[in-house]
């Protein structure tokens, strides 16, 4: 269950486990039409994945029956005031894409309500939430014991599949910088931090996403190559830099970074804030964001200790391959489906 016109990492992590899941489990793919994404095209790399697995996308069914349900990004449903759609299952399980707490342990966004919402249409036996990072996982579970939510958090994580094409580090580092994402303000630190990020001394930066600062052109650094979120393919824009910088508003943090999988598997170096960093452990060099040139300046300095990082960090990537998304959760749904049982 999902609202398959999600513009982001959202529907590329849904359509890795389409791709994942359709050949072992009877799937169904339901789409609904939430406020958020109203008058959006469907995500093409989602609908290619429905489409190579030999499913259809069926939306806004008024009866879902199956005996797991599982519901992506509940978080969608913020602007909604009522769901069409009725659920009946033995087993629900909520993939928690987005944060449910921002740093500080303030509500990310209208948790309550977008959950209420699905548990005033749900019949089930047992409901559960799925974190889908370390980090993810510990506002999870803060919330729930600060609401007493009639949820609980899977004792397994729920990560994004990361399958990219993996492209050996070059050798012989630049100091060429950039960072993608979408353009939402939450995606970008304060201007001053960029600056410190991205400073005229750098060989290169490009900026993918970088549709709010261009609309303000005086403001820009001359030396910053800024472009419109999907202006340049993601792959190619990494080909561009060596050093992928990518920090957020302090107020906001990813809950996964698929953006971060991906410079990894492109063969370059990623820096970011140590909340951030977690998911991918020792595959990211976590550092404060006034350390970000100086780290640079080292590795620039050291090509050897860079390259070695690299792949390294590449090697990391396994334990996101579909494999282990499978065995993982396949065996987690297993787990909580057999306790569901049991209570019947």
Not at 228 to 250: A, K, M, N, Q, W
């Amino acid at each position: 269950m999902v609202d398959p016109r999600f513009p982001g990492g959202t529907s590329a992590a849904v359509a890795a486990e389409i791709r994942a899941l359709a050949p072992l489990v009877d799937l169904e793919i339901v789409g609904i039409e939430t406020a958020m994404f109203r008058d959006r095209r469907v995500n093409a790399d989602l609908e290619d994945a429905i489409a190579d697995a030999g499913l259809e996308l069926r939306w806004s069914p008024s009866v879902v029956r199956a005996d797991t349900i599982v519901f992506h990004n509940p978080s969608c449903l913020k602007f909604d005031v009522a769901l069409p759609v009725r659920f009946s299952c033995s087993t629900a399980v909520l993939v928690t894409h987005e944060n449910f707490l921002r740093p500080g342990d303030t509500e990310s966004f209208d948790v309550a309500h977008c959950l209420s919402l699905i548990e005033s249409r749900l019949v089930c036996t047992s409901r559960w939430l799925a974190p889908v990072s370390p980090l993810n996982r510990r506002g999870v579970e803060t919330w729930l014991e600060q609401t007493g939510a009639p949820w609980e958090a899977t004792p397994f994580d729920w990560f994004n599949i990361c399958d990219m094409p993996i492209r050996p580090p070059t050798e012989r580092p630049r100091d060429l910088r950039g960072r993608h994402s979408r353009p939402g303000l939450e995606k970008f630190p304060p201007m001053e931090v960029m600056l410190r990020h991205f400073p005229p001394h750098a060989e290169g930066v490009v900026i993918l996403g970088g549709d709010g600062f261009l609309s303000e052109p005086d403001s820009v650094p001359v030396h910053w190559d800024l472009r419109r979120f999907g202006e340049t393919d993601v792959s190619r824009f990494l080909e561009e830099i060596d050093f992928f910088v990518y920090f957020t508003h302090p107020l906001w943090r990813e809950s996964f970074g698929r953006v971060i999988a991906e410079a990894i598997a492109a063969g370059k170096m990623v820096l970011t804030d140590p909340a951030t960093a977690e998911s991918f452990g020792p595959a990211v060099v976590p550092t404060d964001a006034n350390e970000v040139d100086g780290t640079i300046a080292r590795f620039l300095a050291e090509p050897a200790q860079y390259v070695a990082f690299v792949k390294e960090a590449q090697d990391g990537l396994r334990r996101f391959r579909p494999e282990a998304f499978r065995s993982t959760v396949l065996a987690g749904l297993e787990g909580i489906e057999g306790r569901a049982n049991a209570l019947l």
